[in-house]
């Protein structure tokens, strides 16, 4: 993947995450998450173990770099930026 690409994605990750974070917490809690400590707030555990095998715990930075690849991929005319929590969690 082209490396503008990549950076482009890898921005947006930091961008979904927070909003994720976000949805989970109440309103108070959600006004104080922002890019700057939204890795203090994710859990350290990036991976899980189930079925016999060692998979990508969900909604990590890697997992959701990975869906983000995914989509445009398979939708190379669409924006970066314009993929949400929606289109990630649906693909």
């Known amino acids: ?12 990750v930091a961008d979904l995450l927070v909003l994720w974070l976000k949805s989970l917490l109440n309103e108070e809690d959600a006004a104080g998450v922002n890019l700057k400590n939204y890795k203090e707030l994710m859990p350290d555990q990036t991976h899980v173990f189930l079925q016999g095998k060692l998979s990508l715990s969900a909604f990590s930075e890697k997992w959701m770099r990975k869906r983000l690849k995914k989509l445009v991929t398979l939708h190379p005319n669409r924006a970066i930026e314009s993929f949400g929590l929606a289109d990630v969690t649906a693909a």
């Open 1 to 12: 993947m082209n490396s503008k690409k990549m950076k482009r994605i890898n921005r947006h």
